[in-house]
């Protein structure tokens, strides 16, 4: 029951290096989202993705990329990190859906420090 | 456009009280309704849902209504554990816009021995 996984779980960047985060799902979802989660913030939305090789900028889609070039996989990239994307990044995905009640399903997090 | 929100936290109850956690809701049309819970450590996980007007979703002893005249999805549970510590999330997702969801802030809960 593997669901959502991301890698790395922790991480920690100097400021200006550049990473993947790497989002993968075994439930043949169309729909991935990348978020991120800051104290007193909830979840912002990154970038989001609603098919293989399709994209989508989100509520706070500065300073990250996204690529869908398999439909189980959602990479969120970071070219020069910067102290303000200091964060714990979320992952989910779910099934597109008559009447938007399917759920989204994610994944533990990645726990990102940015010095 | 379409919001949520939700009581701030946090919230110390002790065990066996009865829990309430306020959430209204911004939107147009008939959203569909969500409760998610995330475990320290862990990412969310969805603990109810409703679809439309006067659903009443449930889990876990947990359970929440949909109020369409009150835009409202108060989430309830009669007697909490220690174990039901966590922060709680309430979120929407328009029928006109299937892609996304509108989370609130969370309100964390902490249950008291």
């Known amino acids: 029951n593997a669901g959502v996984t991301q890698t790395p779980k922790f991480r920690v960047l100097k400021t200006g290096q550049s990473m993947t985060l790497l989002c993968a799902q075994d439930m043949n979802h169309e729909y991935m989202y990348w978020y991120r989660q800051d104290p007193g913030m909830g979840l912002r939305l990154i970038h989001y993705?609603?098919?293989?090789?399709?994209?989508a900028k989100g509520e706070v889609p500065d300073g990250y990329n996204v690529s869908r070039l398999k439909k189980q996989n959602f990479l969120l990239g970071l070219e020069s990190a910067a102290p303000s994307q200091t964060s714990v990044y979320f992952c989910?995905?779910?099934?597109?859906?008559?009447?938007?009640?399917?759920?989204?399903?994610f994944g533990d997090g990645t726990r990102l420090s940015i010095l | 456009g379409n919001s949520v929100t939700q009581m701030e936290g946090p919230v110390t109850l002790s065990e066996e009280a009865f829990l309430t956690i306020n959430c209204t809701y911004t939107?147009?049309?008939?959203?569909?309704l969500f409760w998610y819970v995330q475990y320290p450590g862990e990412g969310l996980q969805l603990l109810l849902k409703?679809?439309?007007?006067?659903d009443k979703g449930s889990n876990k002893g947990f359970e929440a209504t949909y109020r369409k005249e009150t835009t409202s999805f108060h989430l309830e549970k009669g007697s909490v554990q220690v174990s039901d510590s966590a922060v709680y999330f309430c979120a929407l997702r328009s029928p006109n816009r299937d892609d996304k969801i509108i989370f609130g802030k969370g309100t964390r809960l902490h249950i008291l021995p």
């Open positions: 409703a679809t439309k007007a006067d």
């Open positions: 989910a995905s779910r099934r597109p859906s008559p009447g938007s009640n399917q759920p989204q399903h």
């Open positions: 993705s609603v098919g293989e090789g399709t994209t």
């Open positions: 939107a147009t049309g008939y959203p569909s």
